[in-house]
């Protein structure tokens, strides 16, 4: 009659869980689910704590609660649960709040954010339990864990066992797993392509991560040969499922042209989307789509919008942006003292690439000139007390007689002093060199300098060093294949004498294989941002079809604003195109 008894009792029990899972999860009645729930729990029900801990932490049928969550899910991993160990170790991966007690009840408190800390090694203790009981996405995590935990904890080999464990199970998370140690710590030459097999089929599952991955993949050709479509659409995925850095990434081929039909609305839409996910660099993009115009009327009071939010996001460049606005009265009031801030804010930013420094100021002319003699003094305090930026403005001051009388002399000295840590000490010291400027003329050292620069990826540094690269300057001669790709990644920094020159290396007539598509390619781009020759060329490569395009009337369009600009050619070129049009508008 007991056995009896004890086997209705667990019918009964088993019948009453059932129903309080039914009740939530239908959303038929989650309270009463959540009140029969903590019934069960409370009577020892593993199951039922797992469920309620579970309820407690997706705020199912009671107010959410972290600590009483994680107190129920306790109680069912050390009772063996597979899915509440997992569920632990999750927690302790995404860390608790400081000062987080599961025993004590939560306090309210003003709503403020708190710092979580996560806890590897609890996070692998329960992790490996689960996973030991064969749950796939526990493997998965354990792998995770092993891979990105401190020392102590991290074993990248075993790592592997597991993610092969998870993604055998077909777990989506042990795809991605395996795909990304695949990638980071390739074995063999065919790690490369499983492992992108692996990302796909994560992707497959709909994981952002995997998308965002396959797209660099595609991008630069790892494993494979590159394919910009490909990447193009996996950008787009992972920025769909709310990757920042996607959406910012997918912006730039859309606004480029990359892989997908160039949109700029689209791509500004993105931006924005970006820029508001708390992305810098997506805030900086949209104050330069502002400020250039492009399909749109410019817009400076929205680039000074923009600006603002990417340069208080720590932005360099963008703080440079907005203290050139607020220098020339673009959009804002004109404000030298705030312009002023943003360019010292630039430079506290690490901004060494653009002139984004109080130097810029003083070379403008703002104020008197006992005005610009009193920040002569300002910054030779700051130089003489070891401040790099202020020894690089003070060696600009020397350089161009601002606020005191120019001395080439000085100006290398101070030059030197700020080199080891401003970037744009190192270029000034490679033209010093290059001219012989207060320091003997020597094309060795100037090359030196300007490398430096380059390598800090500066865009007048590699403009220039490439024209040396061109002209035979350089130790060894010239050096094309060099000035190229100097010019290539300048160009893409939006340096328009760059784009311009890259296009007229790849029309021909020097030692790289000629590309006149990719070559009108960047006639365009510096076309479209005023450059005079620019347009000239592009004029010319749609009149006579150079590239395989044969375009009469946007060949005029560009040819007009060329000789707009003074280049004469360009009125030769019009004339000619007028009587192959036969005069015809």
């Known amino acids: 009659m007991a056995l009896k008894t004890r086997l209705a009792s667990m019918v009964s029990r088993d019948a009453r869980l059932k129903h309080a899972i039914t009740l939530i999860e239908s959303g038929e009645d989650a309270v009463q689910g959540f009140a029969l729930l903590g019934q069960l729990a409370t009577q020892g029900s593993v199951e039922a704590q797992y469920r309620t801990g579970k309820a407690y932490l997706e705020g199912w049928g009671t107010p959410p609660s972290l600590e009483d969550g994680t107190r129920w899910m306790r109680k069912a991993a050390e009772a063996g649960h597979v899915q509440a160990r997992l569920m ?41 339990l689960a996973a030991e009981a064969g749950q796939p996405d526990a493997q998965a995590l354990l792998g995770y864990v092993l891979t990105n935990g401190p020392e102590g904890v991290q074993d990248r080999a075993e790592a592997r ?50 998308f965002y991955f396959l797209a ?32 910012t990434r997918f912006a730039l081929y859309l606004m480029q042209g990359k892989g997908v039909a160039r949109r700029l609305d689209r791509a500004e839409t993105w931006l924005r989307r970006a820029a508001m996910g708390g992305d810098a660099e997506a805030a900086a993009l949209l104050g330069d789509l502002h400020v250039r115009g492009e399909d749109m009327a410019p817009n400076y009071l929205e680039a000074a919008t923009w600006y603002q939010i990417a340069a208080e996001l720590g932005h360099g460049a963008a703080a440079r942006g907005l203290g050139l606005l607020y220098l020339t009265g673009t959009g804002v009031q004109p404000d030298p003292d705030e312009a002023a801030k943003w360019f010292r804010i630039s430079a506290e930013c690490g901004d060494r690439i653009a002139d984004a420094d109080l130097g810029n ?35 600009v001051c020397y350089a161009e007689g601002v606020g005191t009388e120019r001395d080439d002399t ?60 061109v002209s035979g300057r350089a130790p060894g001669g010239n050096d094309h294949p060099r000035a190229l790709a100097l010019y290539i990644q300048a160009g893409e920094q939006g340096a328009v004498e760059a784009m311009f020159s890259a296009g007229a290396m790849l029309g021909g007539g020097h030692d790289v294989q000629a590309d006149r598509r990719e070559a009108q390619r960047w006639f365009r781009l510096a076309a479209e941002r005023g450059h005079g020759l620019g347009q000239l060329m592009l004029g010319r490569y749609l009149k006579r079809g150079l590239a395989g395009e044969v375009n009469p009337v946007e060949a005029r369009v560009w040819l007009e604003r060329a000789q707009a600009q003074g280049v004469t050619e360009a009125t030769a070129e019009l004339a000619k195109l007028e009587r192959r049009l036969g005069g015809r508008g």
């Open 88 to 128: 632990l170790g999750t927690l302790y991966l995404m860390g608790f709040p400081e000062g987080f007690d599961e025993n004590r009840p939560a306090i309210l408190t003003d709503n403020r954010p708190l710092k979580r800390v996560p806890d590897f090694h609890q996070a692998a203790h329960w992790s490996r």
């Open 410 to 469: 000085r100006a290398a000295y101070w030059m030197q002093r700020a080199a080891d840590g401003v970037v744009n000490a190192q270029y000034w010291l490679g033209r010093m060199y290059l001219e012989g400027r207060g320091v003997p003329e020597d094309h060795a050292r100037a090359v030196e300098w300007l490398e430096k620069a380059s390598q800090a990826r500066m865009a007048e540094a590699m403009t220039l060093l490439a024209q040396i690269c």
């Open 161 to 210: 066992d597991w993610y092969e464990k998870a993604s055998a199970a077909g777990s989506a998370q042990g795809h991605l797993g395996l795909g990304m140690a695949l990638h980071s710590s390739p074995q063999s030459p065919e790690d490369l392509a499983r492992g992108t097999e692996r990302l796909e089929k994560a992707a497959e599952a709909g994981l952002a991560t995997a």
């Open 216 to 247: 660099w993949i595609n991008e630069q050709g790892i494993g494979q040969a590159p394919d910009l479509g490909a990447a193009a659409r996996y950008f787009e995925k992972a920025a769909e499922r709310g990757i920042v850095q996607a959406q």
């Open 361 to 395: 100021l003083a070379l403008t002319g703002v104020g008197s000139e006992q005005d610009r003699a009193a920040m002569q003094q300002r910054f030779l305090r700051a130089a003489e007390n070891g401040d790099l930026v202020g020894a690089f403005n003070l060696g």
